[in-house]
Structures are given as C-alpha cells and as structure tokens.
C-alpha cells in the first residue's frame, strides 16, 4: 500500500465560528512519500497544525469574530502571556504562518507548546503537526505521536485520524493495523472523511484482517463516492468490478446504515457478526 506523507492543515480564515466550534482550514504543503508503493490505493494523511476542533475539545472563546482584526499581536500577547489558552492557540498560528507578525516557525511551537501544555487539543495537534515535519524543531515522529495520541484521547477526530495513519504506517512507532483500524473507526463515526476513507482501503487490502473484505470496504467507500470525493470514487471504481452482485447489494445495504448519524461503528460490528458466521 502506498502511504503517502501527510498533510499540514492551517487556518485559512480568520473567523471562529461559535455553532460548529471550528476554525476553517486549508491543505497548507505535502512531504514526498517515503514508503515504497505497494498498493494501486492510496491511504491518505492529514495532520491538523490548527484546524476544527472535535465535539470533545472545546474552544474557551467559541465565539464569531475576526481574529486577526486590528492589532493581533497586541491583541493576543497579553492574554497569552497570562495563560489564556486559545490566545496562546492563536499566536502560535499567527507566528507559524506569518499573519500579523514576522513569520518564525520556532516562536510559533513554543506558544503551540503552551497551549499543548495545559491540555488544548488543537494546540496539541499543532504541536505534534511541527515534530512531525520538523517545522521550528527537529523532525521526530515519536514525540509527534505523543501529542496525536493526547489530542485522540479527548475525542478530537483529526488527532485520531492522524494517529491511525501513523500506526499504519509504522512512523515513530512499531506498525500496528489493530490500532490504525481503532483510531480510523474512532474518527469515521464522528464524520471525519479522510479516515473514513482510510478505514475503507483497509478493509479492501485486509490491513489487520484476517483477509480482505470488499463488502465492508464498499459499504465506507460508496457514502463518500455520493458526497463527490475523489478517492473514494478513483478507488470505487477499481472494487466494483471485483465484486458479485449479492456481494454489492451487502455493500449497499451497509452503506446505506453508515450513513445514518454515529451508526459506523454499529453498522460495522453487525455486518462482522454476520460476516463470520
């Protein structure tokens, strides 16, 4: 399987927005891969530097506003300094992408640290984004791992995505599909499309399986095919003609319970029960 390298997300607007307690996010660069391809799909990674944040990590200023309006920097500053853990989030992206202030990778980390340090998911996920690329601090993969697995912990979808994707790869950490498979479900039940894919690849090359399962690799895929993504439809497109009809009319019928609100992880544990009788 190929695995390609992951993702660093940034804040692309400057809006909080209070109903979804999400910042708006943009891909920001990609490493080249640096594991040979094994596979024709392709397992896609996404490390959050500040990106939304999950239903259990919550924003302590969840409100709508311009964050960089005015002075940012004076703005910030003085409540991060205090210890106010979202001005400290805020900082930390002002600084890593150059907004309002001198571009500085290294200052960018240490206020990511700050707001990691005290718990903040985001900030934490952050933080485990710049080890990883060696962005303000030397690359290394198992302190990003460390900082994936506290954000995961607290239900933050992305963290746990990008963890399953770490353990699957081997990165930091002795590969463990167990555990991919685990953190992917994690993620995928709360919506998080990227690890649903991911969960989908696999279960159609039977990564941590005792075979592959086209069936349950089609009930993933095929919600995401609807909603137009473009890995989904490139992969569905090579699982459909490998499968019967009584096999696609299965995939459908759990597709169709995988779409309903939190029902992944139930939709899947009653197909497998089935499945292995």
């Given at each position: ?36 391809a094994k596979s024709t799909h ?20 969840a409100k709508t506003e311009d ?211």
């Amino acid at each position: 399987m190929q695995w390609t390298k992951l993702v660093t997300w940034c804040v692309a607007s400057s809006l909080l927005m209070a109903s979804s307690l999400a910042l708006a996010a943009e891909p920001a660069k990609k490493l080249k891969p640096k594991h040979p391809a094994k596979s024709t799909h392709s397992v896609k990674k996404a490390v959050v530097g500040a990106a939304a944040v999950g239903a259990a990590a919550t924003l302590p200023e969840a409100k709508t506003e311009d964050l960089y309006a005015g002075d940012g920097l004076g703005r910030w500053l003085p409540k991060a300094e205090k210890g106010d853990v979202f001005a400290q989030y805020v900082l930390g992206h002002m600084y890593c992408v150059g907004q309002s202030v001198p571009k500085d990778a290294a200052k960018g980390l240490g206020w990511y640290q700050r707001a990691a340090d005290q718990g903040f998911a985001p900030g934490q996920l952050a933080l485990g984004t710049m080890y990883y690329n060696g962005e303000g601090v030397k690359q290394d993969y198992a302190v990003a791992a460390k900082w994936f697995t506290l954000a995961a912990e607290k239900g933050y979808d992305r963290a746990q995505s990008n963890l399953a994707t770490m353990y699957a790869a081997g990165d930091g950490m002795p590969k463990d599909y167990g555990q991919a498979i685990k953190w992917y479900r994690a993620a995928a039940v709360q919506g998080y499309a990227p690890a649903q894919y991911n969960l989908g690849v696999m279960y159609l090359e039977g990564n941590g399986l005792p075979k592959p399962d086209l069936v349950a690799a089609y009930g993933l895929l095929r919600p995401l095919v609807e909603q137009g993504n473009a890995s989904a439809i490139t992969t569905m497109k090579d699982l459909s003609p490998k499968m019967s009809e009584a096999q696609i009319q299965q995939g459908q019928n759990l597709a169709a319970k995988i779409r309903e609100k939190n029902r992944l992880n139930a939709a899947l544990d009653e197909y497998e029960k089935v499945a292995s009788r």
